[in-house]
């Protein structure tokens, strides 16, 4: 927070810490009411209250009447008019970008296919541009935009802002992306995984919200997982958790992009899926395979079920040692609902502790290709400083 002017241990900063208290805990929410706002703050609703009807006469925060439960509520939100962020996904074969105010709400989103092996420094570039046509469709000024999540189909070293594997994302490699992109766009950028950002999204607004221990299962052109332990995202010491891709499944198997053989990936990835239907069923796109398979076609639906079941003994494997609650199921294959849920569900408990599965959900992602860009999202809304420093100068306190 930049509003910490007061001294310290003085009445004044200790307003300014409850105030940023609040505000910080609206961030993370986006929407709440005042008494979920005592709950994760540990404030009394009286404290709440007052603070909250300061910061709504500041135009800091906004409120708007709801039901709870059948009871009325007031919800507390940042104010719209504060500015935007903007989340960014840069995956093996796509673009996408989202706009949203701050109070979460996505006002813009698109996206374009990426050419295969697409560099750093062009995917930089197409992101800028894309993202300040978005604002000035919005009817936005170019110093609303406070600043951009950037998620990326890699693993990535949060401290450095640097891919911490090389050969993954080819062309991306030895490249601080927060640094480089916001040199280009003029704004702060903060980056992380896209499987990790996108157990953020899904904990915060899909498909594992109420889950403290829960894994985002990306299949699709590859592999990956977001892991949330104790309501925490698991990156590892270098970002590399959650690689389940580069487990070992097939023994003296196929030479992986990381340099090890067999593993997840080199089995369960879009080019293996598409060259094992060629012969019978001609040259199929990954998105054809899924809605074949969705159509009934039993070759296409033998196919997917097999990858799921690779991946299902890699997730028994996750399972075994992190004791989720929830597993969202996303990326591409995701999409394919029950064909790949069924054989990963029961793969899974093949290979896992028998009792880890009495409790297990095996579901699909309800944020669907947008998970990950939704997670950048609120890496942006999480990580911005709040032009909130004009506070003193309304003359509020
Ligand atoms: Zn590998």
Redesign the pocket.
Known sequence: MSVDRATPGSQSSLREANRARIVDAIKHFGAITQVELAGATGLSTATISTIVKELVAAGVLMTAPVSRSGRRAQQVSLARQLGMVAGVHFSQRMLRIELADMAGTVVAEQHMPLPHEHRVDTGMDRAARLIQDMVEAVGGRPEELLGIGVAVSAPVDVRTGMLSASGILRGWDEVDIPTSFSRRIGKPVWIDNDANLAIVSEQRYGAAQGCNAAVFLYVGHGVGAGLLVDGRLVRGQSGMAGEI??IRVVENGRV?????RG?L??VVNSTVLVETLRATHGNLALRDIIAKALAGDVGCTRVLADSAEYVGVALAALCNVFNPQRVVVGGELGAAGEIILAPLRTAAARASLSSQFTTLEVVQSSLGAAAEVRGAVALALDSVTLPIGTLEAAHVY
């Open positions: 891709g580069h992986c992009t990381c340099g090890n593993c990936e080199t």
